[in-house]
């Protein structure tokens, strides 16, 4: 009964957490960007054109003995925010954190968009969203989780992301090390192919003081949304509304068009956002909120903050990204198809 353990590691102002993944014989190791939001594994490779390059490691497939093309298949995805990558479909050995995979389904990126180009650490994702929303043609393949599942321990994996420091990806188990209090369970639906789950609203509550959060005082705020718990979003991305009544209690936040969304002063503390999901109550601290520093390069100097709260803009759900899993221990429970919650 297999399970395993793996570093998360932030790039620069956490906008994606890389894990180590090994491909192929001998191993190849690449850092890929681990995403609940997907269920494609796709690498840059020998197969990506050099234009499309970025400094990225490469998955070499000649190198690889146990690298098996799958005739006739190819993948073509685009992900939330618009970016986007295609290619060709092989099957080889992966290893995460010492659970290995046998005929994993590699997708080799032979077109990938500019953003991704410009991303030099990232060499590519693992999905671990649902099979049913694979990309792969004319035979949707299986995520590295799905494949993995009978060998685990327990047919769970957990996420736990922290600001600006290294975190971990666990699979198979359950590290009662990583949260404190009880776990709080809620169903997910996977009709869409995502770990999606109902949420009723939110109330604020002054930093540091999570008991308040249940008070009273920090009025509940019933605006009803639908989610998805997305590891390759960077922000927490909710319904304009509740976004509107939340930076209203904060002074001197607006929204830019040049920033393209929520800006407020970095001197002020912005409230912490208590989400509501079923009887669970998901504090997310004020400083999060800070994200990132928009007219200097730093938080010391300057006085411009961007929102790690903004709004979902056109899309038929919210999504509780990165932001959301440094505030929250989230246990993906795939054969109980249910989420666990639990602060840290
Ligand atoms: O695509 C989404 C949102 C699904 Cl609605 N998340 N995953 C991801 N991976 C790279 C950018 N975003």
Known sequence: ???GEVSAVPQLFDVEY???????????????????????????????????????????IEDSTTARRLDNHTWTITYGDGSRSAGNVYTDTVSVGGVTVFGQAVESA?????????????????????????????????????????????????????KAEPGNYNFGFIDPTEFTGPLSFIPINATSGFWQFPASGFSISQPGNASFANSTAGMFVPIAHTAIADTGTTLLLLPAALVQAYYAQLPGAKTSASEGGWVFPCKATPPDLVLHIGTYRAVIPGELVRFAPVDTDDFETATVCYGGVQTANGLPFAIYGDVFFKAQFTVFDVEGERLGFAPK
Request: hydrophobic share 35%.
């Open 110 to 162: 032979t077109s990938v968009s500019a953003s991704f180009t410009h991303d030099a650490a990232s060499s590519g994702l693992l999905g671990l969203a649902f099979d049913s929303i694979n990309q792969v043609r004319p035979n949707k393949q299986k995520t590295f989780i799905s494949n993995a599942l009978d060998s685990l321990e327990y047919p769970v994996f957990t996420a736990n992301l922290k």
């Open 18 to 60: 890389l894990a180590p993944v090994e491909i192929g014989t001998p191993p190849q190791t690449l850092n890929l960007n681990f995403d609940t939001g997907s269920s494609d594994l796709w690498v840059f490779s020998s197969e990506t054109p050099e234009r499309q390059q970025g400094g990225q490691k490469l998955f070499r």
């Open 1 to 3: 009964d297999d399970q």
